[in-house]
Every structure is written in C-alpha cells, then in structure tokens.
C-alpha cells in the first residue's frame, strides 16, 4: 500500500456512482417540475410568445366563486370521506389484529385486501352497473317495490363518499392492522385487571397506542381522495365539481398550463397543509408516519 | 376486546354481523362486474337476458365485439402490460440501490435524502402528471430553440407516462426494501466474511437473497400501481392509451359489456398473482 | 408463619381442571393460600404454572372446579371484578401514560376524583421507594424501578391477593438478586398475600414461605423451601430444586431404610428410601453436592461410611459455591461435590485420585419416574 488515498478516492467515486440514480430520479422528476410549476403558476400570458410575472393565476382563483367553491367542496369531502373511511375500518381492523386467531386473521386480511388488487376503473365500473337507474340496485328496490319507480343512485355527493370510501379502505386497514398488532395483549389484560371498562381501555390505551397508524392512515386517505379523479368523475358526473377536474380542464381541456399549475400549487398546498397539520396534531414524525403507512 | 376477556353475546353477534356487510360492501361491485360479463344484452345493466361468451369471443359478424377480437382494446392491455414492465424494472431496481444508500450509506445529508425519498408519496398524482408534463415540455422547447432537436419523447406519451409512475412508484419500492434491509442481522455478514467470502459474494450470497422477498413484493406492487394508475398517466398520455385510460374513456360514453370482460379477465390475473405471491410467501415460512 | 397454624385462606383452588386441546394443562389441583404469605409456585416451562396463574387472575375459564378468593367463588366473576390484581412479565407498563398516571389508572377507573387519586398515587409511590417520580415517563425508568411502578400500580388498589408472573425474568442477572431482596421486603412491608410463579428454584427459595413445585399441570409437593430442598417428596423435586447429583441404577438389596443402588455401569451406593422399593425396581438415588465429604486418604472421610474413589476431572471454582467434578474411578460416573470454604482443596490436581463418602441417611432414592 502506498497510502490511504488511493481505496478512499474510490470509495468516494463507488459513492458518487451510488448517488446519481437516486439523485436523478428525485431532482429531474420531483423537485425541478415543481419548482418549475411554481415558476409557471406565476406567469402570465402578455402577448403571443411573451410572458410577465404576476399574481394574476392567483387572483383568477380567489375572484371567480366557481373555482374555490370547487376547492373548498373538495376539501370537506375528502375530509368527510377519510372519517368515514376511519369509522369502518378500525372495527375490521381490530378483528384481524385482535379477534381472529393466526391463520383466520391473516386470511381475513388477504381477502380483505383483495379487492384492492383490481384497478379502480373496474371497481367504479362496478359501483355503476349497481347505482346507475338502468342498475341492479334501482331495480331491486323497483320490484320490491320499496320506491315507485327506479329511483337514480348514480350523481350524488353520497355516490361520490361510497366511491371514495370504497377505494381508500385499503390504506387505512393497513396501518391499523399493523399498529393494533404491536399493542401487547398484556396492557389491554392489565387495564381490565386495573378495573377499566372497554369504553376506558379505546379512550386510555388503544387509541393513544394507534395514534401514529391512524395518522399514517388518515393523512394517505385524505391524500388520495383529495387528488382522486376518477371516482368522483364517474360517480359524480357533472354534479361531481371535484378540484382535479378543473386541473385537467386548464391543462389538457383549454391548454391554459399557467392557470392550472396555479390550481395545481394551490391543492398541493392544502394538501401538505393537512398532512402537516394531522402530524403537528398527533405529535408524529413525518418519516415515522411515511415509513409504517 | 380480546379473547381472554369476557365479552357480552351482542357484541360478539354485532362484529359478526358487521364483518358480513363489510364484505359484502368489499365484493358486491366486483361480483357485479363479473356477473354482467356473461349477460346476454347490449349493456351491463339487469334484467339478466342469459348466459353468453359474446363479450370474449364474438366477432363483428355476430355484431358484438368480444374482448379477444376487440383490437383497440388488446392494443391498450398490451400497452399497459409494455409500461408496468419498464415502470417495475426501473423501481426495483433504484429502490434496492436506496435500500443500500439509505441504511448502509455514510454521507452528509443522508436523512434530507431519506425524508426527500418519501415526498413523492405525499405529492397527488395530478399533480406529479402536469408538474412533469411542464417540465418536460420547457425542456423539449429549450433543445428546440437552442439545438433545434426536437425531442420526440418528452411529449406526452408512453416514455413520459413511465416517468410519471416511475416518479412516485420507486418511492414505494424503497420504503418496502429499506423496511427489510433494516430488519437485516449484519452479523450474518460479518460471519459470512469471516468465513473468507469476498464483499461481492457476501452481497450476492447472504445480503441479496435475504432481500428477495422485499424485492418480489415490491415488483408486484411495483407491478400492480403501474397497470391500475389513472391520475398520474391521465395527464402525460399521448396518442397510446394504456387500458385504465382506455375503459375510463368508454365508460363514460357508456360502454358495452366487453368492459366487463377484460374487468374479470383482470380480476383472474391479479388473483393468480396474488396466490403465487402468498404461495411464495408460505413457502418460506414453513 | 408457620403451616402448621391454621389461618385464613385468601385463595382456595377446589379441584380445578383446564384441558388444551391436545394435553391438559391444569390437572384437578387443589391447594389454599394463607393470608399474608408469600406463595410461590415453581416448575419448568410448560408445566402449567401460567395457565394456572391466569385462570386465578380470570383470563380463562376453568374447565372444571372452582377458585375461592376471600372467600368468594370466583366462577363467573369477570377479571375486572375479581379482587385480585397482576404483574404481567413483561410488567405491562402503559408507555402511553406517566409513571404516576400509571400508578393512578386503576384509581380512576374507580371514580376517584383526579386530586385524591394523585395523592394517593404519590404515596403509594413514596412507599415503594419511588417518591418525586410519578412525572416520569416509563421509559426513564430503570428495570427495577419498572418493577416497582408496577407493583405500586397493582397494590393502591389494595387486592386481597396480588399475582406476580416471573416479573424478574426479563431482568439481568445482578439486578434479579437485588429484586428478590426488594420484592421479599415489599411484600412484608404491605402484608398483601402474593402467588408468585417462577421457573427459577432460587427465586422461590429466597422468596417465599411455601412454594408448591409444578410438574406437567400437577403439585409434585407443596411445603416450606427447607421441606423442599432437605425432604424432596419425589425425584421430580430432588432433580428440580437445588443441586443434585442423579444416579440412576437398580435396587439389589434393601436393610430397613437403606437401598443399595447399582448403576447401568456396576457403581454400588446406599441411600435411604422415600418409599419401599423391592429388590431390583428400577430407581434413582440423588445425593447433594454439600452432603458428600471429600479427602486425600481414606482416614480423612467421616468414618462408618461407606468410601469411594475418584479421579479430578475438573474443578469448577465459583467463590462460595465452588464445587469439583469427579469420576468414580472403577465406573467413571459423573459426581460432583461441594468444596469446603476453607480453601483446604483448592490445590486439587485434575487427575489426581481423591476419597470421598456420604451419609446415607441423607442420600434418598426413588422408584424411577416410568419413561
């Protein structure tokens, strides 16, 4: 060996090399086109080929009720939606985590998840064949004549929450499954020993304990809901007023890319508001949260 | 509560009964897709005509297109198929190279870079969609007026649609991978060593066969969020539409039952993946 | 307190049984605890001891029998309404929740009002050596102190009996001993009658006043620790508790009390019967490591009985407890005995030929277990 210099330079070059894929991937895919975003959400078209910085986007948003009507109806659904997604998860996800023993539970799981192995396309398709007035759900209730005439399912913000719900479920049984597994039985047996009632033990012990995967859980669900396009859009049809929709509108429908990277921004930024705000709420960490959803 | 404490009949009928209508919530659509596929009518819809394979195997004479003779269709699943391929390659194999960087690595900066890794997970697929398309377009527009190149593949299309997926689907492939490799007992390799196997070997022999499983895993999930992905690929498609984007567009002119048929024709696919994968998996444990 | 005296019992086991699927667990055992004694119950993994212990607390259901705490039949009674509380082995501290929260959580489940509870969650705290920590956070606490939140835990809510599950296992080896000292004084500080279950014999010894030894979901014998260790009622017992040499033969003759045992190998010893075995049954004879006197020449051992000669093959130096390992020199069984305090062997030669005898009198044989 002539000195140390020679394997370190190489380590650092192995290092280098290690570094550049991932570099590339989130540099050239995720932080350049949302600076880039940003630089085009505050551009405003002058003249044909020349362009001036404004609010103007921004202020398009903020004047035309249309638009953050739009918004904030977009944010309350996906707020109602990850709620209700909560409500009907915790208990199955108890039953898996707690009530079903081994093999039973890992089963329930699977099938659980099933679903969710098919593309949302096909399980929209489905939830349309069941609602729509010409579907099977209408007719039944047709012929046992609970309503006069087939009543349409399809096209209320209540389509639009089944829908929702229906597709989320997936990434809140997940978490919750996996943190009700990691409360020891003994604390639960400890806390009845110590004289608490079920209602005591939720409130005392399991919720506080499945904290982080009901935040995990939330914060993916509200997510999801907020940038879904499909469910709403099919579910919804022209009553769905998602947010999304006006994103693809500006984009792809009227070509005007500097209004719909402003839309763009604008529900990224409430989204990371949420996301902030659920862990700030729960005193999580973002990576601890990231990393068990 | 739990099975050592005792807990009153009603409840015990209560989850019961709720564990029923929560599976019948998860299956009923899917159960319907699959049930109208075989329904003898121009449209999925009751009442039941009887049974027929028209929506597989007819022909234009027969006047319904089947789904194996329905070339837009077949074009579209291949395309998809043609996408996840490219979109699961590329994942795995940068989420195993992140695995490595992220739970091996000494470097400055590496826990901005981990948090970084999962920003895409945080970011709505609309959003990643229109944030590339833009990107990518002022770069293809720069190339053109400084070079006068014009950079066929940063229009949208296929290429953009697998950047798109790649861009948050490897952030998935990595959390998954570096979940096991944390889990990993180095002294597994220091023994391995020890017994005077190269780093090289030690990673082929000990280190990388203990990530395989991570590794199938996160290839099928890799696999699985590239097929079904609607968002992200709604906004860089191109003249190509992979299957979600091409049922999504007929179903919204009110399509015939032939989308029934690729529907459970997927539904049988992504099952006998996933009971290969659970096979897989129980192989190992036993 | 002696067993002798008759005194209240705070548990009665009337013939309980719980059968598994494939074994039974619990096999029809009946015992009563004295009130205010220290009741521990030993046996080696799997014997039972923690199916046992959970159907007293009410995690499971007897299949048969019946359990009397206080006086009151426990059938039907819910966990949570038995008067008894628990130490879990992992302790079951709730991380979610401080030291003196914890302390104070079965208070509340009770009603009592937030500054009574507190007050009186500090003082059992003080009481347990821990006073000024109820702000703490569980996971700022040392094993040991671990260990007395959560007996301080079970006992503000003042249990008629407190039920301990090897809450020492999870600790070290130094800090094990210093709990057993700290636990024994804390039951005598409180008065409260503890069962106690354990797979360490030392632990049981030093700890309690009667110790029931388990095996295979039944009582091999319940007594004192001395009863245990001087008087073994079967080979189980002589084998579990305490050093002991095993030697397994056939009975080839037997004068009044004392069997002669001649092992597999054709090495003949004398030891006193538990019960009278028939000439050629096959037995075990158990000799402890202390009872056997050790000397260079045969004048050295205690005389009137009967001698034997050894070859060193180690010697095992452990402080007080140090011992040397033997091998009869015709037969080359394995004996091991204990070294005087005196220092007056440690020059032993590995190899060099050695005397040795015991009394056997206190020597016992049993009839084989059947395999």
């Given amino acids: ?293 | ?286 | 307190m002696s067993a002798a005296a008759p005194a209240a019992a705070d548990l009665e086991v009337r013939a309980v049984v719980k059968r598994f699927a494939d074994h039974t667990a619990v096999d029809s055992l009946t015992f009563s605890v004295t009130r205010g004694s220290f009741f521990s119950i030993l046996g080696p993994s799997g014997c039972g001891k923690t199916t046992l212990l959970r159907m007293i607390a009410g995690f499971i259901q007897p299949d048969d029998g019946d359990i009397v705490i206080g006086g009151r039949s426990m059938a039907g009674v819910g966990p949570n309404r038995r008067p008894v509380n628990m130490v879990f082995q992992q302790l079951a501290l709730f991380p979610m929740m401080s030291v003196g929260e914890n302390v104070a959580f079965g208070l509340a489940r009770r009603g009592v009002p937030r500054a009574e509870r507190l007050r009186r969650a500090e003082a059992m705290l003080e009481r347990v050596g821990l006073g000024g920590a109820g702000g703490k956070r569980v996971d700022e606490m040392s094993g040991g102190q671990r260990q007395r939140v959560a007996i301080a835990r079970s006992l503000v809510l003042e249990p008629t009996l407190l039920l301990l599950d090897e809450p020492l296992g999870a600790l070290d080896l130094k800090l094990r001993e210093h709990m057993k000292i700290e636990l024994k004084q804390l039951q005598a500080a409180f008065g409260t009658t503890f069962v106690y279950i354990t797979h360490d014999q030392s632990e049981a010894l030093v700890l309690s006043d009667h110790v029931a030894v388990m095996n295979r979901g039944r009582f091999e014998q319940l007594g004192t620790p001395q009863e245990l260790y001087y008087a073994p009622a079967t080979a189980f017992v002589a084998g579990f508790v305490g050093a002991n040499n095993r030697i397994p033969g056939r009975v080839t003759a037997a004068e009044g009390a004392i069997a002669e045992v001649v092992t597999a190998g054709g090495w003949t010893v004398r030891a006193r019967m538990s019960a009278p075995l028939a000439a050629g049954a096959a037995a075990e004879a158990f000799v402890r490591p202390e009872v056997a006197s050790l000397g260079r020449s045969p004048g050295e051992l205690p005389p009137g009985q009967p001698a034997h000669v050894g070859l060193v093959e180690s010697l095992l130096f452990d402080g007080a407890n140090s011992a040397v390992l033997l091998r009869e020199r015709a037969t080359r069984f394995e004996f091991r005995i204990a070294l005087p305090q005196t220092g007056r062997y440690a020059d032993l030669k590995v190899g060099e030929p050695v005397h040795f005898s015991f009394d056997p009198e206190r020597a016992v044989c049993y009839a084989a277990p059947a395999a």
Wanted: hydrophobic content about 55%; charged content about 15%; overall charge neutral.
């Fill in chain 1, 1 to 293: 060996m002539t000195g140390a210099a020679a394997p370190r330079l190489q380590a650092r070059l192995m290092l280098g090399l290690m570094l550049a894929p991932p570099l590339l991937w989130l540099f050239a895919l995720i932080v350049l086109p949302h600076v880039d975003l940003a630089v085009l959400s505050f551009r405003e078209r002058l003249g044909p080929g020349e362009y001036g910085r404004s609010l103007e986007q921004y202020r398009t948003f903020f004047g035309e009720p249309l638009y953050w009507h739009v918004f904030v109806r977009t944010a309350v659904m996906s707020a109602i939606a990850t709620l209700l997604t909560l409500l009907m998860a915790f208990p199955v996800a108890w039953t898996i985590a707690k009530l079903a023993r081994g093999r039973l539970g890992a089963l329930l799981l699977v099938v659980c998840l099933l679903p969710f192995w098919v593309s949302e396309t096909v399980r929209t398709l489905g939830w349309m064949i069941l609602l729509r007035e010409s579907g099977v759900l209408p007719q039944l209730l047709y012929h046992l004549g609970l309503t006069a005439a087939p009543v349409e399912l399809l096209y209320h913000d209540a389509t639009i929450l089944v829908g929702l719900v229906y597709t989320s479920l997936l990434f809140m049984v997940v978490p919750l499954v996996n943190s009700f597994e990691s409360l020891d039985n003994s604390l639960i047996e400890a806390a009845y020993d110590l004289g608490a009632s079920g209602f005591a033990i939720l409130r005392e012990i399991v919720i506080p304990h499945a904290k982080p995967g009901i935040t995990a859980g939330c914060i993916v669900v509200f997510m999801l809901t907020l940038g879904n396009y499909l469910t709403p859009n099919l579910l919804g049809g022209k009553n769905s007023q998602w947010f999304t929709e006006q994103i693809y509108t500006q984009f792809i429908t009227r070509f005007n890319w500097e209004q719909g990277a402003a839309f763009g921004f604008l529900l990224l930024a409430l989204s990371t508001a949420m996301v902030w705000l659920g862990l700030k709420l729960s005193g999580q960490r973002f990576g601890d949260v990231m990393r068990r959803a």
């Fill in chain 2, 1 to 286: 509560m739990i099975p050592s404490l005792p807990s009153p009949r009603w409840l015990k009928a209560t989850t019961l009964l709720y564990l029923g209508g929560f599976l019948l919530f998860l299956f009923l659509p899917l159960v319907t897709v699959g049930v109208f596929a075989f329904n003898d009518a121009e449209y999925p819809a009751p009442p039941w005509h009887g049974f027929t394979l028209d929506w597989f195997l007819g022909n234009e004479a027969s006047g319904r297109v089947g789904l194996f003779r329905d070339e837009e269709l077949l074009g579209s699943l291949w395309t998809s198929f043609v996408v996840a391929c490219w979109v699961t390659v590329l994942s795995v194999a940068i989420g195993t190279l992140n695995a490595f960087l992220m739970e091996r690595g000494r470097f400055r900066g590496r826990e901005a870079l981990s948090l970084l890794m999962l920003v895409p997970l945080v970011v709505p697929g609309v959003i990643l969609g229109i944030s590339i398309l833009a990107f990518a377009s002022r770069i293809a527009e720069l190339v053109n007026d400084l070079a006068g190149l014009e950079l066929e593949f940063l229009r949208p299309g296929l290429p953009l649609v697998v950047l798109g997926q790649f861009s948050y689907i490897a952030a998935i492939a990595t959390v998954t991978i570096s979940a096991r490799l944390k889990r990993f007992d180095r002294t597994l390799e220091e023994a391995a060593l020890n017994l005077g196997a190269s780093r090289a070997a030690v990673l082929r022999t000990i280190t990388l066969p203990y990530l395989r499983p991570a590794m199938i895993g996160s290839a099928a999930i890799a696999f699985l969020m590239s097929f079904e992905n609607f968002n992200t690929t709604l906004m860089l498609v191109g003249s190509d539409a992979p299957l979600t984007i091409m049922m999504y567009g007929r179903m919204r002119e009110g399509a015939t039952p032939v989308l029934n048929a690729v529907s459970l024709f997927l539904m049988v696919a992504s099952a006998l993946l996933a009971l290969t994968l659970m096979r897989r998996g129980e192989r190992r444990d036993a």
